[in-house]
């Protein structure tokens, strides 16, 4: 049974940083690409970044690139979301998923994933 357990959210004022953390289980990473999403109250799911299962390829959504960054260590199961120079605008519920799709790449449609754990929440206030 695949798992992923996000941490690592918190309260942190405009500008400041967080690291997230994505624990899996049940599946090897290089099997499939992991995304991160987020979503605030009364928005939809969007995604934010990923990382193709070679880790050659990522993405980013145009209101996080240059700020935040994807990676993953295949040793600890674990795929990272550093966030810098972060804003209010970022304030949401963050959650990774894994896609069963078998692609060198990797995609930030939330219906290519099967798997999503339960979130951490990240808050972006002074």
């Known amino acids: 049974q695949a798992q992923l357990v996000e941490s690592g959210g918190g309260l942190v004022q405009p500008g400041g940083s967080l690291r997230l953390s994505c624990e899996v289980s049940?599946?090897?990473?290089?099997?499939?690409?992991i995304g991160w999403f987020r979503q605030a109250p009364g928005k939809e799911r969007e995604g934010v970044s990923c990382?193709?299962?070679?880790?050659?390829?990522?993405d980013y959504a145009d209101s996080v690139k240059d700020r935040f960054t994807i990676s993953k260590d295949n040793a600890k199961n674990t795929v990272y979301l550093q966030m810098n120079k972060l804003k209010p605008e970022d304030t949401a519920r963050y959650y990774c998923?894994?896609?069963?799709?078998?692609?060198?790449?990797?995609?930030?449609?939330?219906?290519?994933?099967?798997?999503w754990g339960q979130g951490t929440q990240v808050t972006v206030s002074s």
């Open positions: 998923a894994a896609s069963p799709r078998l692609i060198s790449l990797c995609v930030l449609r939330p219906d290519d994933y099967d798997y």
């Open positions: 049940g599946f090897a990473l290089d099997y499939r690409f």
């Open positions: 990382v193709s299962r070679t880790d050659v390829i990522t």
